[in-house]
């Protein structure tokens, strides 16, 4: 298993940033070092002054092309990603894109004229999708036809399976692999009041009351992030539950928009933005609620690790939040899309008898653990393998992320 050697192609890869993707394919890749593989991770350079060649929690991260800042840079951007691979490719078992958009197509055209292995991933939801993303230009609909003919493809869902089905790819070569779950640190009110004031240390935006819960949110400030209904509601919601702290951590273009609003507010005293955490232990540890105000974030790495954690959590209703939760969703308190008094009343839902809301979060977590993220990095393994003809060899065991 130790010469299984995977070359992993990416846009970014942040996720000391709290990036939701990057975070994903980071906990992947330390599942598939601690299981014997030696992943590289490729990512674009976005300043000059970054090094080419470094070490992310053990995983070499090369970065050869400055990433593109304009459709006018990405051929500058692809050819040079292009060459960099076509050097690299034979000292590698086999590639990997994270998604299949321009770089997906590049491993697939690279990996072919080496005479290894391509597999790609179908990323992204809605209007964020590939699919979605394959609509909107002549060059990315060229993407997509390539990306079409590479070995494999990993679909994590059944909605991304069927979109692959719909645009031609056969059956034979779509590999349904799910994100897993994984299980959150031991929570004991010790554990608790630690990571409390461990995190306050810090930044003391984050000192909580004694008798005070925290609500968590990771979603990005962006436009497509759905922060901002959130954020409409969030003086309404305080003013009834005084002792709430909030905590919108990640960043984003509107972070100065919604800083602005909440003082206006008088609120912004009990609303924290401490920017974006790369381990998420601690705020798991630290936090009481959590809410996923719109699929198109935090579906592939954070809000997993919340179901992990069993902790009480206001969800959007769509039909990927439904599908990642499967049966589960019935239990879950949602909210429709584009609502904000929804969210309000989800949150006061979860508030109104919390030691309820805990005990249905601790099912659902329960649930949600027979899918776990060591049976995903195990599925990854065992498709790699079987592409590249490498043995696996070793007892299966449970990867726990570094993150």
Not at 168 to 192: C, E, K, M, Q
Not at 295 to 320: H, K, N, S
């Amino acid at each position: 298993m130790g010469g299984l050697r995977t070359l992993m192609v990416t846009r970014r890869y942040w996720p000391q940033m709290g990036d939701d993707a990057a975070c994903r394919l980071a906990t992947l890749a330390a599942g598939l070092r601690r299981r014997g593989a030696r992943p590289h991770i490729v990512a674009a350079r976005y300043a000059a002054s970054w090094p080419k060649d470094l070490s992310v929690r053990e995983t070499p991260v090369h970065r050869p092309a400055p990433a593109p800042r304009s459709e006018w840079s990405m051929p500058r951007y692809t050819r040079a990603l292009t060459n960099w691979l076509r050097e690299q490719a034979p000292a590698f078992d086999l590639l990997y894109a994270d998604a299949m958009r321009e770089e997906g197509a590049m491993v697939v055209e690279v990996a072919r004229r080496a005479g290894v292995p391509s597999v790609l991933r179908y990323a992204g939801v809605g209007d964020c999708s590939d699919d979605a993303w394959w609509a909107t230009s002549r060059a990315a609909k060229r993407c997509m036809g390539v990306c079409l003919k590479a070995d494999a493809v990993i679909a994590t869902r059944a909605s991304a399976e069927q979109t692959l089905l719909s645009a031609g790819l056969s059956r034979s070569r779509i590999h349904r692999i799910d994100d897993g779950f994984v299980p959150g640190p031991p929570n004991d009110p010790a554990a608790r009041a630690a990571a409390r004031k461990a995190l306050a240390n810090v930044n003391s935006d984050l000192f909580v009351p004694v008798d005070g819960k925290v609500l968590l949110t990771t979603n990005r400030m962006v436009a497509e992030g759905g922060l901002g209904d959130l954020v409409k509601v969030l003086p309404e919601l305080l003013e009834r539950h005084p002792q709430l702290r909030v905590w919108l951590t990640n960043d984003g273009e509107l972070r100065d928009d919604f800083f602005e609003y909440l003082r206006g507010c008088g609120v912004r005293s009990l609303v924290s933005m401490p920017g974006s955490f790369g381990a998420v232990d601690e705020l798991l540890l630290a936090s009481d609620l959590y809410v996923l105000p719109r699929d198109t974030d935090g579906l592939e790495y954070y809000f997993p690790r919340i179901v992990g954690a069993g902790i009480p959590a206001a969800v959007v209703d769509t039909v990927e939040t439904r599908r990642l939760l499967a049966e589960s969703f019935s239990q879950a308190v949602s909210f429709p899309p584009d609502h904000p008094a929804a969210i309000r009343d989800a949150l006061e839902t979860l508030l109104s008898d919390y030691p309820q809301s805990q005990k249905t979060a601790r099912h659902i977590r329960q649930t949600a653990l027979q899918h776990s993220f060591g049976e995903s990095v195990e599925q990854h393994l065992r498709l790699f393998c079987r592409l590249t003809g490498k043995t696996l060899t070793g007892n299966s065991m449970t990867a726990e992320p570094l993150l």
